[in-house]
């Protein structure tokens, strides 16, 4: 069973930046490639980037591939998005996701942090 908490999430003009930290519980977090998820009011949920288990490979969607930075600190348990160069098209709740494949469905989410980017 794994947890995740997301924070960071806030308010910000555009062209600003937020940094979006997940916090996980138990001891199996690099077992997880974990994934960033945003939805938009009024919006299906889409995917943003994962990164894999040791943080060797990346992906992003094309909307925020140059912007958008995920890392991740295995001895820390957490997972990070760095965000930069914020638009409006960026405000929705951002949620983590952990799964055991690449390609999977993340089996474990978090609650969601919202992020707002104002014009």
């Known amino acids: 069973q794994v947890q995740l908490v997301e924070s960071g999430g806030g308010l910000v003009q555009a062209g600003g930046s937020l940094r979006l930290s997940c916090a996980a519980s138990?001891?199996?977090?690099?077992?997880?490639?974990m994934h960033w998820f945003r939805q938009a009011p009024g919006k299906e949920r889409e995917f943003v980037t994962r990164?894999?288990?040791?943080?060797?490979?990346?992906y992003y969607a094309d909307s925020v591939k140059g912007r958008f930075t995920i890392s991740r600190d295995n001895a820390k348990n957490t997972m990070y998005l760095q965000m930069n160069s914020l638009i409006p098209e960026d405000t929705a709740v951002y949620y983590c996701?952990?799964?055991?494949?690449?390609?999977?469905?993340?089996?474990?989410w978090g609650q969601g942090t919202q992020v707002t980017v104002s014009s």
């Open positions: 138990g001891r199996t977090f690099s077992s997880y490639v």
């Open positions: 990164i894999t288990w040791s943080g060797g490979s990346t």
């Open positions: 996701a952990a799964s055991k494949r690449v390609n999977g469905l993340p089996e474990y």
